[in-house]
């Protein structure tokens, strides 16, 4: 077999969630590309339907759907729309998940001090990033047991193998901020569940992998931009089409000796 056919997706039926956001519009768009007919989900069912549109609109097979990860009805009910869409479902890429991000102007969505820090925001924040990915997961699986194979592909983040590098949120002369708690909890639990469910599929031809992406370059303030450049072996933060060919890899019979993986693409940050 050539070595590029490992990378055909011709036939397969893919599940994205967090479709419409940043990383997750390159995920839908790549895995459309190498063949794979695709499914944007997203709470924000409006920007699933238009990313749709524009990937069929370019010769692309997509449908566009709103998914509330935090609701069995909902992960169940998406599942079941795709298998009668499609007729199968052979990769899920969880990619939906709360995360606070800088904006332009150098803010976080709250200053995050762990002494503080809202229980009820903690609570939102597991049942979106751990419990959405689980119950998505769950519904997923179902169909590709039934297939006798399917891949899952969970994204993690360099917060969930090493602690935030609180000082690239600081800005001179203003209060402090903080990457919250829950992101680097909710990111290593990610990490366990590829781990364990690798394992628990054994035998069963289901792969489950986790991407580590480093920070994406999302038009943050310059000064946030160069302290976590500077921290990076390759001196800048990733662009956001930087992680689809890692995903591709780990959708595709290209990675089809891996499982309860973790593929980092961060730079070298972690690697200091």
Known sequence: ???FDKFN???RVAVVTGGP???GSGFCRSLAEAGASVVVADVDEKGSAKLAR????????ALGLGLDITSPVSTQSLVEQT??????LDILVNSAALDPKVDSKGAVQDNGAFESYSLDT???ALNVNLTGTFLMTQAAVRPMLAQGRGVVINLCSIYGISAPVQGIYRRP??????????YTVTKAGILGFTKYLAAYYAGNGIRVNALTPGGVY????????QNYSARAILGRMADKDEMNGAVLFLASDASSYMTGANLVVDGGWTAW
């Not at 002369?173 to 829950?182: A, C, L, R």
């Open 1 to 3: 077999m050539n070595i």
């Open 122 to 124: 903690w609570n939102q």
């Open 83 to 88: 298998l009668k869409a499609f007729g199968r």
């Open 9 to 11: 997706l011709e036939g």
């Open 21 to 23: 956001g940043l990383l």
């Open 54 to 61: 524009k990937l069929n609109a370019d010769g692309l097979h």
């Open 218 to 225: 999302n038009n943050q303030d310059e000064h946030f931009v």
């Open 173 to 182: 002369g203003k209060p402090p901020q903080f990457k919250p708690v829950y």
